[in-house]
Nanobody, 126 residues
């Protein structure tokens, strides 16, 4: 099992930055990749970004490309999401997720991830 705990959410004005963290514990050696997803009220959970744990290759949703940066610190077993130039439409609960295998479905699909954090609220005011 892998436990994930997010932190860093909050209220920020449009155009401002915010940084999220996700601390992983447990069988972290089994993790192949980690990602950030978000869910706005009344909407489904959507892919934001992902990173492979060993090689650090990244991928982003078009809506955040150029504004958000996903990184990880293997020595601290921590995942980060630096969010810049935030927009009101970025308002959502943000979740970190981990998957064990390169196989098993699209990296963009929440169902392809094995472990989830509890989520942290990000609110961007206009």
């Amino acid at each position: 099992q892998v436990q994930l705990v997010e932190s860093g959410g909050g209220l920020v004005q449009a155009g401002g930055p915010l940084s999220l963290s996700c601390a992983a514990s447990g069988r972290t050696f089994s993790v192949y990749a980690m990602g950030w997803f978000r869910q706005a009220p009344g909407k489904g959970r959507e892919f934001v970004a992902r990173i492979t744990w060993n090689f650090g290759s990244t991928d982003y949703a078009d809506s955040v490309k150029g504004r958000f940066t996903i990184t990880r610190d293997n020595t601290k077993n921590t995942l980060y999401l630096q969010m810049n130039s935030l927009k009101p439409e970025d308002t959502a609960v943000y979740y970190c997720a981990a998957r064990r295998s390169v196989y098993g479905g699209s990296f963009y699909s929440p169902s392809s991830y094995d472990y989830w954090g509890q989520g942290t609220q990000v609110t961007v005011s206009s």
